[in-house]
């Protein structure tokens, strides 16, 4: 398998060409331009066949994508931030209509201030969509979850987005293994819809859907999240026999014997991990739990991987504004609502608008957990990493 | 051209038992349209009247490819239908030849949805855009766009003691599109079916984006008999409020010049929603807005020379 140096919207980008969609419509935007430029580049040297539908803006782009999508077309687009947001209207559109569309996703924090850096609040602000969330560590995961997101999306009829963590991942060189074309078409098959306009009878996409039928409608929907867990777990095995890499929805680092969880989403996860190590070193049993996807939530992978925890510290890169705590330690808690109040939990929000955070802070609050644990009582359920108060 | 039976042959493409009121002017203008285009046509909606009463589920006016979004970016979508149609016939998925019309209301068209349609016809994406401009929003309950008429009184544009329905002039959006270089523009009006049909003909030969603007008179939110629908649109184009031409790779042409003279207020008269301009103290109101036609119109033969 060829090994590459690639960033990770280079890694992205190369696996939009493997792919090679029927219709690409994006809009570029700080700091997954460029894998709409690369894209581009790529439609300008007859690298791939894809329609490259460059809009006025992502509102556009992603509407252009659900027209193709519902077309017959395999549709990718790529998007951050600000961008992401102003698709909001046409994220529930699409996934309403099963539009299996794929979003390479960069994660930015959100305007005011302005800010170009990583943080989670751009796609933790469409969580509520009704598309397959999955959050990359590396450039590696990244390449590999945008192609598994294809096969993804078109089983379950869900649009799916892949995300990097902006510039920490999406501007940062790593060693990728690639596939060679012909594996990567021949593992995504040829494209499937559940429906298309050229479809022979005339179909009508999008009608006004009232009291009578609208409820069951979104209930299929929510049905096809639910299941699509089964899916992601099944795609993911058939990519790790194939070519002996993989991802679990959740990846566990070091819990066996853990009492103290760790857990964390994205590039912070290999932070984590040395700080685990430092940790285990001094003889504390702590274990990180990496959520590779977080919608749908894996609320039952997470009640057994976190049956035998005493003590969960939650690193959050974005907050709720609920005054509760970020989104992992909200949904989390509800998740293990039933074995509470055995396990406590420490929330910490973090690295808003790309803040860096270090393996010391991470083995810090390790410590401070430590001793809540022993203590029996969380002092603090909701504190800040690397802020200054 | 088609002749009338020709044309009858698709009338089933846009069936009766919708839910739009009677006499509405929109769906005449859609029935006329796809009449023109026929079968093989994919449409591309905006939120609006004409996509609500058509299509409550399970129930569909369309007989033919339909797609629906959201209010602002039916232009979006028609230019990823196309795209795919593109990328499916070189693939040898798609045989046949294909026409794509997305239409829009004048809300979705001149104010939330320009931007998407100023995109899509920029990018030189290959089809028709048709807007039904009905002058306000009609859907949530006639409030004013900018195609609403000086004067009109609207939900938000209200003629109350001190102000007299909307202040503002009308978007002359066809003067906007056309300046977008696009190769086919026009402006039409369900009341002359057979210039209309000639129109809607072009503007699917052309080898780029076309646009047409046609009036759609709107019984409910004028305030006229649902009897007097064709009346209103005729009159519209002799009282030279809503003139019809065309402009063919920049050659403007006026397809139809008024009978006889005939003052905008004669026309206004007619609609409720102008009936407080004729209230004493409005006079001079109705002066403006009749300097307003009159310039507009001289503006238009000047380029039409
Ligand atoms: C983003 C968004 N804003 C507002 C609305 C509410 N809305 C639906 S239709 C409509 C007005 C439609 O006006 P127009 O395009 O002129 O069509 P008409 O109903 O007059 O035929 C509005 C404001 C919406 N659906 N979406
Ligand atoms: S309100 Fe006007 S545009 Fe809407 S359906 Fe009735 S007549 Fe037609
Ligand atoms: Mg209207």
Redesign the interface.
């Known amino acids: 398998m060829p090994r590459r140096a690639l960033t990770g919207n280079e890694a992205m980008a190369e696996a939009m060409r493997q792919i090679n969609p029927?219709?690409v419509?994006a809009y570029p935007i700080t700091p997954a331009t460029e894998i709409v430029q690369i894209f581009a580049s790529f439609v300008s040297d007859g690298l791939v066949?894809?329609?490259f539908?460059?809009?006025?803006?992502e509102?556009?782009?992603i509407?252009?994508?659900?027209?193709?999508?519902?077309?017959?077309?395999r549709?990718m687009t790529g998007t951050s931030s600000q961008g992401l947001a102003l698709m909001h209207?046409?994220l529930y559109?699409a996934a309403g209509?099963r539009a299996p569309i794929v979003i390479c996703e960069v994660n930015r924090s959100l305007s005011a201030p302005i800010n170009i850096h990583c943080d989670h609040s751009d796609t933790m602000g469409s969580k509520e969509a009704g598309w397959i969330q999955i959050y990359a560590e590396d450039s590696q995961d990244a390449y590999d979850s945008v192609i598994q997101a294809i096969r993804i999306a078109e089983t379950v009829f869900l649009p799916t987005m892949v995300s990097t963590d902006g510039f920490i991942i999406s501007h940062c060189m790593q060693g990728v293994e690639i596939l060679e074309d012909k594996q990567v078409q021949d593992f995504i098959g040829p494209h499937r819809s559940a429906y298309s306009?050229?479809g022979g009878a005339?179909?009508?996409?999008?009608?006004?859907?009232?009291q009578d039928?609208y409820f069951e409608h979104r209930r299929q929907l929510m049905e096809a999240m639910n299941t699509s867990l089964t899916t992601l777990d099944a795609v993911n095995k058939e990519f790790k026999q194939k070519f002996g890499r993989g991802y679990d929805i959740i990846e566990e680092y070091k819990t066996e014997d853990a009492d103290h969880i760790v857990m964390a989403m994205g590039s912070t996860c290999g932070t984590a991990k040395v700080a685990i190590d430092k940790m285990r070193a001094k003889g504390v049993k702590v274990g990180l739990i990496k959520l590779h996807v977080f919608r749908p939530f894996p609320h039952e992978q997470l009640k057994k991987a976190l049956s035998k925890a005493k003590f969960v510290t939650v690193l959050d890169r974005s907050d709720t504004a609920s005054s509760m705590g970020g989104p992992i330690f909200v949904e989390t808690r509800a998740a293990l609502y039933d074995q509470m109040p055995k396990i406590l939990f420490a929330d910490y929000i973090y690295g808003l608008g790309g803040r860096d955070i270090d393996i010391e802070e991470i083995a810090t609050v390790i410590e401070k957990g430590e001793k809540m644990k022993l203590q029996g009582k969380v002092e603090k359920p909701l504190d800040y990493i690397g802020l200054r108060e | 051209m088609p002749n009338l039976k020709e044309l009858s042959k698709n009338a089933g493409l846009f069936t009766g038992g919708h839910r739009a009121c009677a006499g509405c002017g929109g769906t005449v203008v859609i029935n006329q349209a796809l009449c023109t285009a026929g079968k093989n046509t994919v449409v591309c909606f905006a939120t609006g009247c004409m996509e609500v009463v058509t299509t409550i589920y399970p129930y569909t006016a369309w007989g033919l490819p339909y797609a629906h979004l959201g209010f602002e970016n039916s232009a979006a979508i028609v230019s990823g239908v196309e795209a795919t149609y593109k990328a499916l016939k070189q693939k040898g998925q798609v045989k046949e030849d294909w026409n794509f019309i997305a239409f829009g209301g004048d809300g979705g068209t001149y104010d939330i949805g320009l931007q998407a349609l100023s995109g899509a016809i920029e990018r030189g994406h290959k089809f028709l855009y048709i807007c039904y401009d009905n002058q306000a929003y009609m859907n949530t309950g006639i409030q004013r766009s900018s195609a609403t008429p000086t004067g009109a009184n609207t939900t938000t544009s209200p003629a109350g003691t001190k102000i007299q329905g909307k202040v503002q002039r009308r978007k002359n959006l066809t003067e906007i599109i056309a300046a977008h270089d696009t190769p086919y523009v026009a402006q039409a009006n369900p009341a002359y079916w057979m210039d209309f049909t000639k129109k809607v003909e072009k503007a699917l030969k052309t080898d780029g984006p076309s646009f047409i603007n046609v009036l759609a008179p709107c019984p409910l939110g004028w305030g006229f008999s649902p009897n007097k629908t064709i009346e209103i649109g005729k009159l519209a184009a002799e009282c030279k409020f809503w003139p019809m031409y065309e402009v063919e790779n920049g050659k403007y042409t006026l397809t139809y010049k008024p009978k006889k003279e005939m003052k905008v207020e004669e026309w206004m008269k007619l609609q409720k929603r102008f009936s407080h301009l004729f209230k004493e103290g409005n006079k001079e109101l109705l002066t403006n807005i009749q300097k307003d036609v009159d310039t507009k119109w001289e503006t238009l033969l000047k380029k039409c020379e």
Do not use: K
């Open positions: 029927d219709v419509a066949t894809t329609q539908i460059p809009t006025e803006s509102h556009s782009a509407s252009a994508c659900v027209g193709a999508s519902a077309a017959g077309a549709v209207e046409v559109q209509l306009l050229f005339p179909i009508t996409v999008g009608p006004l859907d009232l039928y």
